[in-house]
């Protein structure tokens, strides 16, 4: 078995998580303590008691999302869990990763990621932008329909998450061009998404100058794991790469379906979705059937993926 760990990203929040495991598990308890701390308020109680709304503003969801992988990451660990061959992280998951591989601190990847919520929703201002989900159509088809509906706005995929899912991002009139192209064009459903600002697009300029800064000033060390990156579907090993690919990430498009089957093609066959949701399993079931995959986010998903991994 070859086995990676995977880590969600924006979108897999929800009111209660990572309750149930700081229940059950003390060591997941320690973690939410530590993350109080390094953030100066309750994240904990935020991802316990917070309300939909309250997990959906940005600067709340990243660090919230963190801590709850965090937490789960350090739980499996400390239950006897086979150290992974390879991690990744979905875009915000790509910090989760890190910590993983023991390159970030958990107090410099949960300020770095309320900072870099911040400075995202900050790069434009609301409703300036959007992001829409493309269901059922070729990515060479969207990337066609994007330039064509840019009219010197920006359009462009964000997020390549699997053969049939691809989200786009930019300008808000530009964005509406393109969906309106791609349903006329065959694409299965267009769905406009409820976020606050359009991730991963050119938009995001100024927000990745403002994280460069951050970054440089917290310390980096090389990975004990390898990482597949978000930005080049590439595998790295070393503190600069880590930095480096951090920063480049937040304008560019997330190439999942590509690090995903670059994983595949190095013997990945088994994955552990480490965190909140099942987003990430639930892309993988359109990427590969020929792969296990399991995911882990409170006392019953562990024991059930441990008894997958054959763990007595």
């Known amino acids: ?32 303590e530590e993350a ?34 965090a937490a789960v990451l350090r739980t499996i660990e400390s239950e006897g ?9 979905h875009s915000l998951g790509e910090y989760s990763g890190l ?28 409703g300036t932008g959007s992001m829409a989900a493309v269901l059922g159509a070729k990515l060479k088809d969207i990337e066609d329909a994007c330039a064509e509906a840019s009219q010197g706005q920006v359009c462009a995929p964000a997020n390549i998450n ?34 606050s600002a359009p991730f991963h697009s050119a938009l995001m300029e ?5 994280l460069a800064f951050d970054l440089e000033r917290i310390g980096f060390e ?33 190439r999942w379906l590509e690090s995903i089957e670059l994983l595949i093609r190095e013997g990945v066959d088994t994955f552990v979705e480490v965190g909140p949701g099942k987003v990430l399993t639930g892309l993988m079931r359109h990427i590969s059937r020929d792969v296990k995959c399991f995911n882990v986010e409170d006392a019953a998903s562990l024991r059930s993926a441990g008894a997958g991994l054959g763990l007595s």
């Open 206 to 210: 100024p927000a990745q100058e403002r």
């Open 222 to 254: 090389d990975l004990t794991v390898p990482l597949v990156t978000n930005v080049d579907a590439a595998v790295i090993g070393k503190a600069a790469a880590a930095r480096d690919a951090l920063v480049r990430q937040v304008s560019a498009p997330v």
């Open 36 to 69: 109080d701390d390094a953030l100066h308020f309750s994240i904990s109680q935020l991802c316990f008691d917070g309300t939909v709304e309250d997990l959906q503003l940005t600067e709340n969801t990243q660090p919230a999302i963190l801590a709850v992988s």
């Open 99 to 126: 910590l993983a591989a023991r390159s970030l601190s958990l107090g410099n990847a949960l300020q770095t990621v309320r900072a870099r919520g911040r400075y995202m929703q900050e790069a434009v201002p609301l």
């Open 1 to 32: 078995m070859a086995l990676a760990y995977i880590f969600p990203g924006q979108g897999s929040q929800s009111p209660g998580m990572g309750k149930h495991l700081v229940e059950n598990f003390p060591v997941a308890k320690r973690i939410f």
């Open 81 to 89: 869990f086979p150290r992974p061959d390879y991690v990744a992280g």
């Open 162 to 195: 699997s053969p049939n899912q691809v989200v786009i991002a930019g300008n808000a009139e530009a964005v509406d061009r393109a969906s309106e192209l791609l349903k006329t064009r065959g694409a299965k459903r267009v769905m406009k998404l409820n976020v």
